[in-house]
């Protein structure tokens, strides 16, 4: 049974950073990709930042370029998202997202329980 570990988040201040991280448990994984999502009150869920395996290669949300990198320690096979210059719209929970391969071809996606991030003065 894969299960997604989350950590990080929490409340700060806006200008403030928050660093989150993630990582698969409960197996041995060949990830095809990693990355969050967030999704607001009254807002449908959104990408924020991921990471694909094959060649490193990312992708950010345009309201979150420049502010937050992620990055992958792949011995660990855990994802990290560093998000700086934080501002109260990027108050949300934020869901862990990531892909597997699976073995005969094609991959399974899983999702984290989620964790709470409030930007407030």
């Known amino acids: 049974q894969v299960q997604l570990v989350e950590s990080g988040g929490g409340l700060v201040q806006p200008g403030g950073s928050l660093r989150l991280s993630c990582a698969p448990s409960?197996?041995?994984?060949?990830?095809?990709?990693m990355g969050w999502y967030r999704q607001a009150p009254g807002k449908e869920r959104e990408l924020v930042a991921s990471?694909?395996?094959?060649?490193?290669?990312?992708n950010y949300a345009d309201s979150v370029k420049g502010r937050f990198t992620i990055s992958r320690d792949y011995g660990k096979n855990t994802a990290y998202l560093e998000m700086n210059s934080l501002k109260p719209e990027d108050t949300a929970v934020y869901y862990c997202?990531?892909?597997?391969?699976?073995?005969?071809?094609?991959?399974?996606?899983?999702w984290g329980q989620g964790t709470q991030v409030t930007v407030s003065s």
């Open positions: 997202n990531v892909e597997l391969h699976r073995v005969m071809g094609g991959y399974d996606t899983y």
């Open positions: 409960g197996g041995i994984f060949s990830i095809k990709s």
């Open positions: 990471i694909v395996t094959r060649d490193g290669s990312t």
